[in-house]
């Protein structure tokens, strides 16, 4: 029997990438903002419906850039979340700044609003609020709490690549809003990210900051590093917009079959479809209450495990708890930490068939209460 991967890349075919990175061979263009990143990043904007996109190699590089662009004070505070990726926390640490963190609400598992107005401080600059298995922050009250307190807001929005919120894309949330293109996400360009914004005054500092400052020839006006997206990684990004919404309602179907399965299990805890929002599908989280399931969430991975079947403690641990941080943040986010040591998300992927979400569902069931 096969074995069933936690995720999978979503790819046009051979033939259609091959035709879309025919000329590169005519050209020799290969990196340095060519006519296949020109043509992503357009067309991006129009798809987002934002003003700017700014491409970068990979959605870390892009989170970094766009906090340091703020030019948030050093040693300031951001306030966001440890039930995230390393790199949320990684991107404010590098930029020497403080990460100050919020708990989660139990429904979606996005910073809880009702905590954040209790961490600010006079030290406070920014909040990064985090966008999670393509669940999005209650986006109101971060603008209220942001404009009252006038902090900046940098959404990670690495999960939420297409999600809408009433009729519009999230995208064009907050200050900035960062995504992920890496190979693992709804919409990928191989590895790759991008930030989308507003403010005209940012296109040229993210530049020079992705491409050493360069200007011409002669002339380098700013201490800037290398974070170019490439014109291969450009050219599937290209290829993959134009399947971008099939491959969604494809991801729509394994998620409601697994939802057919595993709702109204005791023990077996899912997130509710947001109000407003049209998702994206981009995970499948479940949270399994031991005492009430039977099994609990480590034992629940390794009867997948054994079965061939890949799955995530996804975020696990808190990054609040890394050991490179020593310490050194501490952190009262009980609800983060009971979400983090019960979660799994599920293997999800576009290609994903109704027989192998059975067959996953068929071996978590068997671990309940009988």
């Not at 966001?80 to 404010?92: E, K, V, W, Y």
Request: aromatic share 10%; with cysteine; charged share 25%.
């Amino acid at each position: 029997m096969k074995n069933i991967l936690v995720t999978r890349s979503s790819m046009p075919s051979y033939e259609e990438y091959c035709e879309e990175i025919k000329e590169l061979w005519e050209s020799h263009w290969l990196t340095n903002m060519g006519v296949k990143h020109q043509k992503l990043q357009d067309e991006l904007e129009k798809k987002l419906d934002v003003p700017h996109v700014i491409l970068y190699t990979n959605g870390h590089l892009a989170l970094e850039n766009i906090l340091a662009a703020m030019n948030l004070p050093k040693g300031s505070e951001v306030i966001t979340t440890p039930f995230t990726f390393a790199s949320t926390t990684h991107a404010i640490v590098r930029n020497g700044l403080v990460p100050v963190f919020c708990d989660i609400n139990e429904e979606d598992y996005t910073i809880d609003v009702s905590k954040i107005e209790s961490l600010i401080t006079d030290k406070t600059s920014a909040i990064v609020p985090v966008h999670v298995y393509g669940n999005i922050c209650n986006v109101k009250e971060i603008e209220r709490i942001a404009n009252r307190y006038e902090l900046k807001v940098i959404y990670d929005a690495a999960h939420a690549f297409g999600v809408e919120y009433k009729g519009k894309n999230v995208a064009s949330l907050g200050d900035a809003s960062m995504f992920s293109f890496h190979a693992t996400k709804v919409f990928n360009t191989i590895e790759g990210g991008a930030i989308c914004f507003k403010d005209d005054s940012l296109v040229q500092i993210l530049n020079d900051m992705k491409n050493f400052g360069i200007h011409g020839q002669e002339s380098v006006v700013f201490v800037g590093g290398n974070a170019k997206m490439n014109e291969f990684q450009a050219a599937m990004g290209i290829c993959n917009l134009r399947h971008i919404d099939d491959e969604v309602k494809k991801r729509k179907k394994a998620v409601e079959h697994y939802r057919l399965r595993l709702s109204d299990i005791n023990g077996i805890i899912l997130c509710d479809y947001q109000k407003d929002v049209k998702s994206n599908y981009a995970y499948f989280p479940v949270v399994f209450d031991e005492k009430k399931f039977g099994s609990s969430r480590n034992e629940v991975f390794v009867a997948l495990n054994n079965a061939g079947i890949g799955a995530r403690k996804y975020f696990y641990p808190l990054t609040s708890s890394f050991e490179c941080f020593h310490n050194s943040y501490a952190a009262a986010t009980p609800i983060a930490m009971y979400i983090s040591n019960r979660v799994l998300t599920l293997p999800l992927y576009a290609d994903l068939s109704i027989d192998d979400v059975d067959r996953i569902c068929d071996v978590i069931l068997s671990l309940g209460k009988k």
